[in-house]
């Protein structure tokens, strides 16, 4: 009830390609998704999150994509570079409850850019 | 400060030792929440704080870990009697509001040997 399920596990991509990274829910409260980048020997870092009441978002290079009916949202990262290669983790969290602010993770997509 | 600052960035016990985290949030954030990275980067939460209260800790292993956030001190995190499998990086993110963007600390490593 609780899971993120996250896939690919690893990404090559060629400088100037789009990355794509997958992600599906199934607790129906959660209302809050964001992904987050980290760089090795890194905390995570914000990089984008949307909410249900919308199916996309975007900002810079970085769109999700989100499907309520099918409980699953998506990164998209366009025009990638090198110094995108990261970690990337989805996430998703309730707002309210008890259990408000809680992340539970995806298991994370390791992206390499080649030049 | 601006930044959540986690202390230390590495610590070493053996078997059977204490280890105390620490972590001073973003000012004026009053949430506080502390995960658990695994080698397969796997995150598991453990509890949060609202101010000085817990506000959830149904991911504590509540026999060994313990955690505070005291007034006009950094929020702490211990685990005694550590164990192999207690061998990860501890993050502690910060929030403002309940449903406002968390920040992540730089996280400790833990090697239990």
């Known amino acids: 009830q609780q899971q993120v399920k996250q896939s690919p596990q690893s990404l090559i991509v060629q400088k100037g390609g789009i990355s794509i990274i997958n992600c599906a829910y199934e607790?129906?409260?959660?209302?809050?998704f964001p992904w987050y980048q980290q760089f090795p020997g890194k905390g995570p870092a914000l990089l984008i999150a949307?909410?249900?009441?919308?199916s996309e978002k975007k900002e810079g290079r970085f769109t999700i994509s989100f499907n309520k009916s099918a409980k699953q949202f998506s990164l998209h990262i366009m025009d990638s570079q090198p110094g995108d290669s990261a970690t990337y983790f989805c996430?998703?969290?309730?707002?309210?409850?008890?259990?408000?602010?809680?992340?539970?993770f995806g298991q994370g997509t390791i992206l390499t850019v080649h030049p | 400060g601006e930044e959540v600052a986690q202390t230390p960035k590495h610590l070493v016990r053996g078997e059977g030792q204490k280890a105390k985290l620490y972590c001073a949030p973003i000012k004026g954030h009053s949430y506080v929440f502390w995960y658990q990275q695994v080698l397969k980067n796997e995150f598991k939460f453990l509890i949060s704080f609202q101010n000085e209260n817990v506000f959830d800790e149904t991911g504590m292993p509540k026999e060994r870990f313990s955690a505070k956030c005291l007034p006009n001190s950094p929020c702490s995190l211990e685990i005694q009697a550590t164990k192999l499998e207690d061998s990860a990086v501890y993050f502690c993110?910060?929030?403002?509001?309940?449903?406002?963007?968390?920040?992540f600390g730089q996280g400790t490593r833990l090697t239990v040997v």
């Open positions: 607790n129906t409260a959660f209302d809050y």
């Open positions: 996430a998703a969290s309730r707002t309210g409850g008890t259990s408000y602010g809680k992340l539970t």
């Open positions: 993110a910060s929030s403002q509001f309940r449903t406002t963007e968390a920040f």
């Open positions: 949307i909410r249900p009441d919308v």
